[in-house]
């Protein structure tokens, strides 16, 4: 009953909030409930004088729910599938990811960017834009602010993808094949992979483009367990070379061991038990809607001024890792000879 009365409050004004914004982001894929929602929050809490009660629930919703979404998304990977479809683009993936991880990384020593901002745009951009950054801010200690500018920063990108990539496809000369690959593999989140591989069968009369692309996609939210640990074991060493006593048992990203668990349930319920995987949609629904709902909060902590103001850096470098990801996919299509 104490945890009702401490957070209820935030938690309803942060469902409220994201509410309409998953009807808009179900309306306006391109753009997705995840971007509605950190601006609706950051519009809103410039009226809200003292957020006094609001602020337990407000952090609760932006912490812990967000863990629950990625969680939830787990749901949606089928292990099997993955490994007899996606295999193909591992090679793919790995290059991508390596080589959007390596430019934030040189250009957060470069440019003096702050590292948590690089971690969360490098990951975001490489493996799978909202969810990423969702699973990745906890594991770092990111603030909301740094939450709301990456995501700011995928979400520019992924608007520039989902509409020019299937044209600039055609101008390549890619094949069905390759236009899959290049979609999963270039573009950041899974709305705009969907919107472009969509677009592309609009182009083309393809039938089998959209649901490669999501399994390529799917293949790379993958990434994000090896990347959260990894990130949780640097973490605690910089937290004991500086000195403090904080644990690994602490930062450890207990969630993605229930992410994975997700992910197994899914994948032998439907292996092995015949499942048909439309029973877990409203898991997988779930987790988009309670993403909506984190990033709404994290709206709500976002001051939209400072936002502004220290943006320029975090958008070049999500620039050059957008830049860096898409001529990778295409070099490694034409080194593989699929392209």
């Known amino acids: 009953m104490n945890f009702v009365k401490e957070n209820y409050k935030g938690i309803l004004l942060c469902l409220i909030i994201s509410i309409p914004c998953w009807f808009l982001g179900q309306t306006f894929e391109v753009i997705g409930g995840p971007v509605f929602a950190i601006l609706a929050g950051m519009v809103i809490t410039l009226f809200i004088k003292e957020k006094g009660s609001l602020q337990t629930g407000i952090t609760f919703t932006s912490k812990k729910i967000l863990q629950y979404a990625v969680i939830l998304l787990g749901f ?19 290059s ?10 040189v250009l957060c020593k470069v440019m003096h960017i702050p590292s948590k901002i690089s971690t969360l745009v490098g990951v975001g951009s490489s493996i799978c834009g909202g969810s990423a950054i969702a699973a990745t801010a906890p594991v770092i200690g990111a603030e909301d602010e740094e939450v709301a ?27 069905n094949e390759g ?80 992410f994975i668990a997700a992910s197994i349930v899914t994948t032998v319920a439907t292996s092995f038990f015949k499942v048909d995987n439309s029973f877990f949609d409203i898991f997988k629904t779930l987790s988009k809607f309670f993403i909506v709902m984190a990033m709404s909060a994290i709206g709500l902590n976002t001051n939209i001024v400072k936002l502004v103001k220290t943006g320029g850096k975090p958008i070049f470098m999500g620039f050059c890792c957008w830049i860096g990801i898409a001529c990778v996919s295409l070099l490694m299509q034409h080194v593989l000879g699929i392209w």
């Open 149 to 175: 500018q990456a995501i700011s920063v995928i979400f520019l990108f992924n608007v520039i993808a989902a509409l020019i990539f299937p044209t600039m496809g055609t101008i390549l000369g890619l094949s």
């Open 96 to 105: 991508t990811i390596t080589t959007s991880l390596v430019i934030s990384f």
């Open 179 to 258: 236009f899959a690959l290049f979609a999963g593999t270039a573009v950041n989140d899974t709305s705009s992979v969907t919107a472009a591989a969509s677009a592309w069968e609009g182009i083309t009369g393809a039938t089998n483009v959209l649901n490669s692309a999501t399994i390529v996609k799917l293949t790379r939210t993958l990434a994000i367990i090896p990347i959260t640990l990894v990130l949780a074991f640097v973490r605690t060493r910089k937290e004991k070379n500086s000195g403090s006593s904080v644990s690994m048992k602490k930062i450890f990203p207990f969630f993605i061991l229930w």
């Open 76 to 94: 949606g990977l089928n292990l099997s599938t993955i490994a007899q479809v996606g295999a193909q683009s591992l090679p793919i993936i790995v």
